[in-house]
C-alpha cells in the first residue's frame, strides 16, 4: 500500500535493493569517472606501469559486495585489552606499542625489511635506552617537540612508529570517513546485539572477512590510534525520492546505538571541544555525516532535523545529482544531466548549513559545485574523503584551482586512501598517499590537509595501509621526511580539521548574535523536474476553504 503516490508510475515509494554494497561506483557510472573521458583522462606520467591502466566499471559494482577479497585482510586479530587507551598519553605506550614490526608492508628493498622485523631489542643498547628515556621524558611532561627530528637519521620503521605513536598520543588523529555503519546494515541487518565480533575482531567472522570492503572494527581502531571518526549515515542512490530520509535516519540511530553500546571504546561527540575531551578520556570521538544531499530530502526541515540529531557535516552530493547540486559523474559525462553547479536552493542549502554549524562537504562533487559552494559559504569547507586531480587526473579528485581556493576559504582535504583515487589504479602505496599529501601541502599550505582514508566503502587499499589500524605507519613514512616538523604531523593528524570546526562553529555564533533566522524556502516542482511521485501534494488553506 503506497498512499503517498501521487504519479502513475510504477516505481514504488520504497527503494529497491536498499542492502546492496557500499560503493563509490555503480555499473552505470560513466568510464570517464575513472578519468577516461570527460576532463578525466589520466596524463601517461601519471599512470602506474602496470599491464591494465583502465578498468571498467563492472569490476566493482555494488552487487559484489560480498565477492571474496583478493587480498589478505592485513593485520591479524587483536583481543580486546582491558588496559588504558594509548591515546591518553600513559606510559604503557611505550612499553606496548601495539604494533608489530613483524607485521608490516611488504617493502622494495631487503634491507628495509631485514630491518622492520627486527625485534626492538637488538637495536643498539644505548640507542635504544635513549629514545625510551626520551619518550618517556616526553609523555611525562607533554613535550615532544624535536623528538622525530632526532629519529630521521639512521631510525628503524619501529622506532618512528613509536614516535608516529607520541604524536598521536598527543594530538587526536580524526578521520573524515568511515562506512562501517552501511556495512553493519548490509551484512547484519543494522542489528548490534549479535554483533559481538565488533569488539573481538570481524576479520575473522563470515562475511566480513571474505569482503575486500571490510576494514573496521574497534580492536583495529584502538590500534591504529584513533582519536576521532566520522561516521557515516549513508544511503543509496537508488532511494533518492523514495525513502532516503527513513533509511538515513535508521543510519543515525544505528551509529547512535553503536556508539553506546561501545562507550568504553567511543564517545558521541558534536562540537571540537567533545573531540578533544574524548581524547583525553582515551575513546574515540565519533561525529556523525551524512553522505549524500540526496538524504535531505530536498528539505530544509529535514536538514534542521539532523543537526539535532547530531549531524555535523553533510556531503552535498554522492554518484547522483540532487535537485540543487551537480555530482562529479556529471561532470566526466557529457551525457549526465546538469545543473550547472549550484541552483538557487543549492545555495540556500549551503547558507543553512553555515547558519546550524554543518560542515560543508564537497567530495563527490563536480568543479562547478565545488566553486559554488567556496562562492557561497562563510565557514570553511572539507573534502572528507577525496585526493588531489593534478596525480589522479579524475573528476572525483580536487583540481588544483580549488586547493588554491582553500587557502582563503579556510578548508581541507581530507586524503582517500583509496587506490583508484591515489594513483588512478587497483593498487597503490603508502609513497602513492604521501605524495597526494605533500602536493596539498604545496599547493594550499600545510593548514589544509588532513586524512578521510574512507574505510569500508572502497575495495582497494594501499599497501601497507590495508585497515584502520595501520594509520601509524603513514606518519613513519613522514617521519623520514626532513621537511616534515613535527607540528606539520599534529596538523596533519587533527589539528587543521579542529581549527576548520571551531571555525565552523564560530560563523554560527556570529550569524545567532545576528538573529539569523531558519531558512523556511521549500524547493520548487519545477527544480524538482517532475520527480513527485513519493509526495503527497498539499492543498492550500485557499482550496482547502472552497472545497
Known amino acids: 500500500m503506497t498512499p503517498n503516490c501521487v504519479s502513475n508510475k510504477t516505481q514504488p515509494c520504497s527503494s529497491p535493493g536498499s542492502f546492496h554494497g557500499r560503493s563509490e561506483f555503480s555499473s552505470s557510472l560513466p568510464s570517464g569517472y575513472y578519468g577516461q573521458n570527460g576532463g578525466g583522462t589520466i596524463p601517461r606520467n601519471h599512470r602506474r606501469q602496470q599491464t591494465h591502466q583502465h578498468y571498467a566499471t563492472a569490476g566493482i559494482v555494488e552487487s559484489h559486495f560480498l565477492s571474496p577479497s583478493s587480498q589478505a585482510s592485513g593485520s591479524a586479530s587483536s583481543s580486546r585489552r582491558h588496559l588504558q587507551h594509548p591515546l591518553n598519553g600513559s606510559a604503557s605506550m611505550v612499553a606496548e606499542p601495539g604494533i608489530d614490526a613483524d607485521d608490516l608492508m611488504n617493502e622494495d ?46 631510525s628503524s620503521l619501529q622506532e618512528r612508529l613509536i614516535a608516529a605513536q607520541n604524536i598521536l598520543a598527543q594530538v587526536p588523529l580524526i578521520d573524515g570517513h568511515n562506512d562501517m555503519p552501511w556495512n553493519i546494515r548490509k551484512f547484519a ?52 525520492y523514495l525513502d532516503a530520509v527513513k533509511q538515513t535516519l535508521e543510519q ?56 539535532d540529531l547530531g549531524i555535523r557535516y553533510v556531503t552535498l552530493t554522492h554518484t547522483c545529482n540532487t535537485p540543487w547540486a551537480d555530482c562529479s559523474i556529471a561532470e566526466a559525462d557529457p551525457h549526465h544531466q546538469r545543473e550547472g553547479g549550484l541552483t538557487h536552493f543549492g545555495k540556500l542549502v549551503i547558507k543553512e ?34 585526493s588531489t586531480r593534478a596525480l589522479c587526473n579524475i573528476t572525483r579528485n580536487v583540481p588544483d584551482e580549488v586547493l588554491k581556493r582553500l587557502v582563503t576559504n579556510g578548508g581541507i582535504v581530507m586524503v582517500s586512501f583509496f587506490s583508484l583515487f591515489v594513483s588512478c589504479n587497483k593498487t597503490s602505496t603508502i609513497p602513492d598517499v604521501v605524495a597526494h599529501i605533500n602536493h596539498i601541502r604545496r599547493v594550499a599550505g600545510i593548514d589544509h590537509v ?34 616534515w616538523t613535527e607540528e ?60
Request: hydrophobic share 40%.
Open 353 to 386: 548549513m553555515n547558519r546550524l554549524g554543518v560542515i560543508v562537504d564537497l567530495s563527490h562533487a563536480s568543479s562547478a559545485t565545488m566553486h559554488h559552494a567556496l562562492d557561497a559559504s562563510r565557514a570553511p569547507v572539507i573534502f572528507s574523503h577525496s
Open 109 to 154: 628493498s631487503d634491507s628495509a625489511s631485514q630491518q622492520s622485523s627486527r625485534p626492538a631489542a637488538e637495536v643498539g643498547g644505548k640507542q635504544w635506552c635513549i629514545l625510551c628515556m626520551a619518550l618517556l621524558v616526553a609523555l611525562g611532561t607533554g613535550v615532544g617537540v624535536g623528538l622525530p627530528l632526532a629519529l630521521r637519521s639512521g
Open 450 to 483: 588532513g586524512i578521510g582514508a574512507g574505510y569500508d566503502g572502497i575495495n582497494t587499499t594501499p599497501q601497507g595501509l590495508e585497515d584502520v589500524s595501520k594509520y601509524p605507519y603513514l606518519f613513519a613514512e613522514l617521519l623520514q621526511d626532513p621537511t
Open 252 to 307: 543515525i540511530d544505528l551509529i547512535k546505538r553503536m556508539v553506546d553500546r561501545y562507550s568504553d571504546y567511543l564517545r558521541l561527540a558534536v562540537d571540537a571541544k567533545g573531540i578533544e575531551e574524548s581524547h583525553q578520556e582515551g575513546r574515540i570521538a565519533s561525529l556523525l555525516g551524512v553522505e549524500g544531499g540526496h538524504s535531505l530530502g530536498n528539505s530544509l526541515g529535514v536538514l534542521r532535523t539532523y543537526y
Open 189 to 240: 541487518g543494522g542489528k548490534l546485539n549479535t554483533l559481538r565480533a565488533l569488539e573481538t575482531g570481524l576479520q575473522h567472522q563470515d562475511p566480513w572477512s571474505k569482503s575486500a570492503w571490510s576494514h573496521t572494527d574497534l580492536p583495529r581502531l584502538r590500534e591504529g590510534r584513533v582519536g576521532a571518526q566520522f561516521w557515516a549515515a549513508y544511503v543509496p542512490c537508488g532511494a533518492q
Open 488 to 547: 606539520d604531523l599534529r596538523k596533519l593528524a587533527g589539528l587543521n580539521f579542529l581549527r576548520v570546526f571551531r571555525q565552523v562553529e564560530k560563523v554560527r555564533e556570529d550569524l545567532r548574535r545576528a538573529n539569523a533566522l531558519a531558512d523556511e524556502t521549500s524547493i520548487t516542482n519545477e527544480e524538482l523536474k517532475g520527480q513527485l511521485q513519493c509526495i503527497y501534494q498539499e492543498r492550500s488553506a485557499v482550496q482547502s476553504i472552497v472545497t
